[in-house]
């Protein structure tokens, strides 16, 4: 009877995983009330936000209608801002002297600093007052320049590092100072004050530790040079040295050139394998300092402007610049703002608990 009783009772094992399922299953249920409470909350957010806009429609068509009619009235009053732009390539870390400047700037512009900007520029303080402002961006680029970056970029850093690190890790990590080709923009109230901007902008970039680099580089592409030159005048000897034995040996009618008494080569074979080992040579060192040339060539200054400014600037449409979209979506949001505290405070005070 004892033996049937301790047959029929659930083992140690199997309560402690029926409870386990019970907790999971009660874990779910609080996380579903919990989120649908939330999407609730939001819904009567919502409907809180529409209740308040519907039972004031006409009130808020009218605000929004007058600070429409403001805005559009302010921005044919107000003088028109026109935009350039200019790409421009930096080269020995000029990038980050460019960035801050153009930083520097649109402080200048805040903080309505007419000398500096007319010293800055060399423009008249006229001109200068014109400025509404600096922006500076990545220029364009496609997938290829992308990949180009991503592949350069695994090459400066350790195996292990490069063997774990994502194209779409480096992508997201991507900031201004990642760039080769920039564009700056300027905004001004005088439609044809960009080109004289570009003396300034174009002084922006030099800084003396872009200089040093610079020089650095020249000198370091001078030794180069000249070890290669070296080289090939070495290599130009050993083929004079090289083609006198073989007329000598031709003279004499010899057929061999022995290296010793067991080892001696075909004069012909031999020639033909030596002359092609420094012709190989040759080719190789001329090639190393045409690449050293066409590096020289290709930054051989601190930046270089791909496009310029364009004689007349073009108008800025930005949606922020204009109050006729600022003044009625501001306006809308005032009285949004208003409604809601409106209704909270009278929800409060008619609370009773």
Known sequence: MNEDLKKNQPSNDEVDLGQLFNAIGRLFERLFAFITAIFTLLFGFFIFILKSIFDNIKLIATVVSVAFVLGFAIDKIKPEVYASNMLVRP???SKFHLINNIHYYNSLVSNGDIKALSNIFNIGSTEAAELKG???NLG???DN???LAYYEFLKSIDSLSAETYRYTDFIKNRDIYSGKLFEITVKSTKSDIFKSLEYGLNNALWNP?????KQKKDTMFAIQTSNIKSSLATVDSLKQVFISVLQQESDKGTTTISFGKDFALEAENSSKSRELELLNREIE???KLAELEELKIEEDTLFDVVSSFQNVGSKSSELLDKFAYLLPLTALFILIIVFIINR???F??????
């Open 91 to 93: 080269y020995f870390d």
């Open 134 to 136: 600096f922006d500076i």
């Open 140 to 142: 364009p680029e496609n």
């Open 145 to 147: 320049d992308r990949t």
């Open 209 to 213: 530790h872009s200089e040093r680099l």
């Open 285 to 287: 060192l001329r090639n």
């Open 344 to 346: 909270t405070v009278s």
């Open 348 to 353: 409060v005070r008619s609370y009773e608990g």
